[in-house]
């Protein structure tokens, strides 16, 4: 059972330019997690999300950050327009349940996006 | 809002040396706590974790105890090796939010053989 697939592993993109950063959960998870981690910080939530439904983006920047987890196919973290400030590693995270039901989150190896 | 506080780091400890790593919480229900690690490069792996007050969690000779009367949940090892090497996070569920992990800003830990 393969655990949570995060691709790119790395990413550099230029000022204004699009980054799509893919996460596969874990088989059978129907719960993801999306985390930012900026240098030297720990990780702070962004948006959870179900099967085709966004159920808290309470962490998510207002503009340009969106999210989605398709029927199909994996779950997307999309930054438009991205600045400097976007570079930090992003990682996803897939349950059964939610984690407060005791069930423990999965991390992938996360994606770390550069933006010069 | 829920928060955690860790030690501040880095860290650094003789090869054998105990380690104790402090984390204190503050949340307005009964979450869970967490104590995540994360090794140079890689994601984050759940190290141990605790549900309720008092249980004590524990793996690869690592614990730490969740102590509600100080909102705590240390982490501890008796003897520490070169591998323990890596950036160790604690973490509560949210109850307000029940569905996402707060951090702690990690702790770095060098063991020096």
């Known amino acids: 059972n393969a655990g949570v697939m995060q691709n790119p592993r790395h990413l550099v993109r230029r000022r204004g330019q699009e980054a799509r950063l893919r996460c596969s959960p874990m088989?059978?998870?129907?719960?993801v997690y999306w985390y930012r981690q900026l240098p030297e910080e720990g990780l702070k939530f962004m948006v959870y999300?179900?099967?085709?439904?966004?159920?808290?983006e309470s962490g998510m920047p207002k503009e340009r950050f969106s999210a989605e987890f398709p029927k199909e196919g994996p779950s997307i973290l999309r930054i438009q327009q991205v600045v400097r400030g976007d570079s930090a590693a992003y990682f996803c995270a897939s349950s059964q349940r939610t984690v407060y039901m005791n069930t423990e989150a999965f991390f992938g190896q996360g994606t770390r996006l550069t933006v010069v | 809002g829920d928060s955690v506080t860790q030690m501040e780091g880095p860290v650094t400890l003789s090869e054998e040396a105990c380690l104790t790593i402090?984390?204190?919480?503050?949340?307005?229900?009964?979450?869970?706590l967490f104590w995540y690690v994360q090794y140079p490069g890689e994601g984050l792996q759940l190290l141990l974790k605790a549900t309720k007050a008092d249980d004590k969690g524990s793996n690869k000779g690592f614990e730490a105890t969740y102590r509600k009367e100080t909102t705590s949940f240390h982490l501890e090892k008796g003897s520490v090796q070169v591998s323990d090497s890596a950036v160790y996070f604690c973490a509560l569920s949210d109850p307000e939010g029940a569905q996402k992990l707060v951090f702690g800003q990690g702790t770095r830990l060098t063991i020096n053989p």
């Open positions: 402090n984390c204190t919480y503050t949340a307005t229900g009964y979450p869970s």
């Open positions: 999300l179900q099967k085709e439904n966004i159920i808290d």
């Open positions: 088989k059978g998870h129907s719960h």
